[in-house]
């Protein structure tokens, strides 16, 4: 009978685990992408700002929120580290996040050195 009982808590116990984390740690993204903010499947505000880590040298040449290309002039570009950003204005034509799941596309490739290094990565968020 406690036997019984410390099997049904401990099933009770994964459940809740796989139901609060279901996805774990965020999948390995491709190279030479070094991150994303959101990351797949967060749960974010609608203030939240979507950010792209390339290493130096690369350039993102798309970026696409739900369908809907962003202009590359409103993204703002810290040179020095890679860090390319975006969050949707009034002006721009996304004009904010709404309640509920958000698909980002972004396409990048290297503009310096002697080799293209083009690559493309899509993930989707949520706005809470």
Known sequence: ????G???????IVTAVVAFYPNGQAGALPDPLEAVFPLPGDVVV?????EVDLP????????????IPVPISQLAVTEATGDWRWRPQ?????????AGDH???VRWDRV?????????????????
Do not use: H
């Open 90 to 98: 009034d002006d721009g034509g996304y004009d904010g996040w709404t």
């Open 103 to 105: 698909t980002i596309y």
């Open 46 to 50: 609608r203030q939240t700002t979507i």
């Open 112 to 128: 310096t050195g002697e080799n293209p290094d083009p690559g493309e990565y899509v993930w989707t968020f949520r706005v809470g």
């Open 56 to 67: 130096v040298g690369y350039e993102i040449l798309d970026l696409v929120a739900d369908g």
């Open 1 to 4: 009978m406690l036997m019984g």
């Open 6 to 12: 410390l099997i049904l808590a401990l099933a009770g």
